[in-house]
């Protein structure tokens, strides 16, 4: 099974903060790697998927970068409705995971 | 619009059943690969099962192997989990998510969420 360490579980920032999540597989995932935004009480959202392709409709501040077994999520000037927890996922193989999961809160 | 409605959960003792649905709309239902993931209270996401949208092989994560069972009524435009012998530990919020191809592996696996239905297992 791959599993997926994401670092911070935490993390503090201010409106307009440039921040930066990692995700590290624990084999390759190729470029398998999609990126989730999930507010409470709400259903996850995808952001970015195969690693480093934005979907649609989700804003240009939300960039990724990685291949292999290390993996970058990074907000470029938040915004406050950019508070939220982030979830990596690999989609290389079943078992699907995700990581642990990385919640953003205001400072 | 893609849209997802669970439904199907309820409290029930350990060792009963329960079985979800999810009706979708907006999309070629047949085509997808459809999966569930459950959010257990305060905690993070994990995958439970799938089913691609090509020969519906079918896929299941290790605690639920054996016990739940994932398939779909194409002309309902519909996904279940027959879900027996539960758990206390299957306590969770069970979310329906659309795939973005006919594959679960490869292709982003969950493109579109519902709102998820409660099961809670608890004597």
């Known amino acids: 099974d791959i599993q997926l360490t994401q670092s911070p579980s935490s993390l503090y920032a201010s409106v307009r903060d440039t921040v930066t999540i990692t995700c590290r597989a624990s084999?390759?995932?190729?470029?398998?790697l999609n990126w989730y935004q999930q507010k409470p009480g709400k259903a996850p959202k995808l952001l970015i998927y195969?690693?480093?392709h934005l979907q649609s409709g989700v804003p240009s501040r939300f960039s990724a970068s990685g291949s292999g077994t290390d993996f970058t999520l990074t907000i470029t000037s938040l915004e406050p409705e950019d508070f939220a927890t982030y979830y990596c996922q690999q989609s290389y193989q079943t078992p699907l995971t995700f990581g642990g999961g990385t919640r953003l809160q205001i400072k | 619009e893609v849209q997802l409605l669970e439904s199907g959960g309820g409290l029930v003792q350990p060792g009963g059943s329960l079985r979800l649905s999810c009706v979708a709309s907006g999309f070629s239902f047949r085509i997808y690969a459809m999966s569930w993931v459950r959010q257990a209270p305060g905690k993070g996401l994990e995958w439970v099962s799938s089913?691609?949208?090509?020969?519906?092989?079918?896929f299941y994560a290790d605690s639920v192997r054996g016990r739940f069972t994932i398939s779909r009524d194409n002309s309902k435009k519909t996904l279940y989990l027959q879900m027996n012998s539960l758990r206390i530990e299957d306590t969770a919020l069970y979310y329906c998510a659309k795939s973005a191809g006919r594959v679960v592996t490869t292709t982003p696996p969950f493109d579109s969420w519902g709102q998820g239905t409660l099961a809670a297992v608890s004597s």
């Open positions: 089913i691609n949208g090509d020969d519906y092989s079918t």
């Open positions: 084999q390759n995932s190729v470029s398998y």
């Open positions: 195969g690693a480093t």
